[in-house]
């Protein structure tokens, strides 16, 4: 927002800062603010409340019985202790961090790549990537069972492999693909909205600059390299932190698939969240685990806030 | 090097316009191709869903990719078993779409006319928002919610469903009014219409495209939410068609056909979008991208 620098010397009233006035009168102005009342309760009912209401949980036993007698007793950080004492933490850790970087980059190299693809003048160019959103857009339950079955030992993945003569596998069933084939899957699902975006990105690259470099003797590689990554770079870097985020909490695809097995091999910290709440009914280590993973994703967004405000700047 | 090549290239293109133009055409058409190609292999996962769903009694050994006799038993049996189920999360979805609407138009209209930093905070917070972990905030929903009585209805359902529709509507629906001509707003002062007059009269109206974008994603969402269902709803009559489907797949023995059928039935609003309302998703996507 350019408002508080472009204001500041043309309005004299040095009582409110930042205010361009945009010929709203004070009145008006205070009715416009009536109309974020409706918001600012929503906003202090379904997000401040419940992550105030998160933190009490997770410094409390709060069990099963807490909903019968009202009664949690404080704990401190007993839960945090008792969640970092388990050996899952540390795999839950390992496997979302593998998640999270995996998914992203081969999202990142194979998403541009689709994007460029498309992004060429054939016939059919406009709608055909239009049907690629379809994965995109199917709840994640869907793409879930879909794959479940796809990757089953006598599936149809596995068919396909026998038929070009690749070994099979069950390759959710068995420990060490287990993570692979979720991967895959949350791939599947996320790929078409990069290949969008970036879609959509390099639509904005001037032609005049690819043309001119054209002309001076610039390669495809070159013109890549020096023109189109360079103006698309602001959509990556925050295209990239959305993803890492949004991949971060993954939870309902690992339900889908794998319920964290086999042999625990798929955990995630969002997984074990939800596993502690509602299979093992220990609310208070599902704070906790909650609160790690609220700290690592505020820690994102506080960095895509930063990337995207600077992007709205700019373009300003 | 440059000017050399310039000049013999531009007069042989000029000698041979057509032979040149014959080859783009079929590079075109190479390039359509290929993308058909990407395409089937990417959407193969999808086709086979479309296959089995038709083929009862189906099973991973005796599929067959193209059903020989299709018969829609399995649809029957999803939408008999399934039939509540998809009131619930049509009820819901629809429900969070209301609520979402009511709460972000009015406050994206304010955040789009008023300029100080009150707003660039708020915005901040949107963007927070959004990131806030879902399984975070479900299991303080689960504890609120039972205090308050409300596990199991469909407010508690429209309620968290909402979380995901709030933020994202204020933020597309505030880009779309900051470029809205102001002196059409103000045209409506002079008409002695207060700021609620100018939002439903002119604000709302203008809108329109902007709204029904909001309106979809928050239909998806609410729509393709599992862990919510999961979460709030303990009672199999109100759980929506995506805990449904969770529940065939992981029953003894599981009915592919039925599985299959249930799930291209909660893909329908999915694939309705792609084709209906094309220019309103990649509205949304533009501005959910962060562009």
């Not at chain 1, 049907?131 to 079955?149: E, H, Y």
């Not at chain 2, 999360?89 to 406050?107: D, E, H």
């Not at chain 2, 008409?191 to 809108?207: A, H, K, N, Q, T």
């Amino acid at each position: 927002m350019s408002s508080l620098t472009d204001a500041a010397p043309r309005r004299p009233e040095q009582s409110r800062p930042g205010r361009r006035g945009l010929s709203f009168t004070g009145r008006n102005r205070a009715e416009t603010l009536v109309f974020l009342i409706p918001a600012i309760l929503f906003f202090a009912l379904c997000f401040v409340f419940p992550l105030g209401y998160g933190v009490y949980m997770s410094t409390t036993d709060f069990t099963t019985g807490t909903f019968f007698t009202g009664k949690a007793p404080f704990v401190g950080l007993d839960n945090f202790v008792d969640i970092f004492s388990t050996p899952l933490l540390g795999k839950a850790v390992i496997n979302t961090i593998v998640i999270t970087v995996v998914s992203v980059v081969v999202e990142l190299v194979v998403g541009f790549a689709l994007a460029l693809h498309f992004n060429r003048r054939f016939p059919g160019s406009r709608w055909l990537p239009m049907l690629l959103l379809i994965p995109w857009l199917l709840p994640a339950v869907v793409v879930g069972t879909i794959w479940k079955w796809l990757l089953s030992g006598d599936g149809a993945v596995n068919d396909i492999l026998h038929a070009l003569g690749l070994p099979t596998n069950a390759w959710l069933a068995d420990p060490s693909t287990a993570l692979w084939a979720v991967i895959a899957v949350s791939i599947w699902g996320a790929l078409p909205y990069w290949v969008t975006i970036l879609g959509a990105a390099l639509k904005q690259v001037p032609d005049e600059q690819l043309e001119a470099a054209q002309l001076d003797g610039a390669g495809a590689w070159k013109r890549l390299i020096h023109i189109i990554i360079p103006s698309v770079w602001p959509v990556i870097s925050v295209l990239v932190v959305m993803s890492i985020v949004y991949t971060l909490l993954i939870v309902d695809l690992v339900l889908v698939l794998t319920q964290g097995g086999p042999a625990d091999n798929t955990v995630t910290l969002g997984l074990l969240s939800y596993r502690s709440a509602f299979q093992l009914f220990e609310f208070g280590n599902a704070g906790a685990y909650g609160m790690v993973l609220l700290v690592i994703s505020l820690l994102f967004a506080g960095i895509y806030t930063w990337l995207s405000r600077r992007g709205e700047r700019r373009e300003q | 090097m440059t000017r050399s090549a310039t000049n013999p290239a531009t007069s042989t293109v000029k000698a041979r316009p057509s032979a040149r133009r014959r080859r783009t055409k079929w590079v075109g058409i190479g390039l359509t191709v290929v993308s058909v190609v990407i395409l089937v292999v990417y959407l193969f996962p999808i086709y086979f869903m479309v296959s089995a769903s038709l083929q009862p009694g189906v099973t991973s050994v005796n599929v067959e990719w193209l059903p020989n006799t299709p018969q829609l038993d399995g649809y029957a049996t999803a939408l008999e078993e399934g039939l509540q189920s998809l009131q619930v999360s049509l009820i819901a979805a629809l429900g969070s779409v209301v609520v979402t609407l009511f709460v972000a138009i009015p406050a994206a209209y304010a955040l789009s006319r008023v300029r100080s930093r009150v707003v660039d905070v708020a915005l901040v917070l949107l963007l927070l928002a959004q990131m806030v972990p879902s399984i975070v905030l479900a299991n303080s929903f689960y504890a609120m919610f039972n205090s308050w009585g409300i596990l199991n209805t469909y407010a508690g359902l429209i309620i968290a469903d909402s979380t995901a529709g709030v933020p994202f509507a204020i933020i597309v629906l505030r880009a779309f009014m900051l470029r809205l001509d102001h002196d059409i707003v103000e045209a409506g002062k002079l008409d002695g219409l207060g700021p609620f007059g100018s939002l439903v009269r002119i604000v709302i109206p203008l809108s329109r495209n902007a709204i029904i974008t909001a309106g979809v994603f928050t239909f998806l969402f609410s729509w393709g939410d599992l862990l919510f269902g999961l979460t709030v709803v303990t009672q199999a009559q109100m759980y929506p068609v995506t805990v449904f489907i969770l529940g065939l797949t992981n029953s003894q023995v599981t009915n592919w056909a039925t599985v299959m059928a249930a799930s291209l039935i909660a893909s329908v609003p999915a694939l309705f979008v792609v084709i209906g309302a094309q220019r309103y998703v990649k509205a949304g996507i533009a501005v959910g991208g962060g562009r």
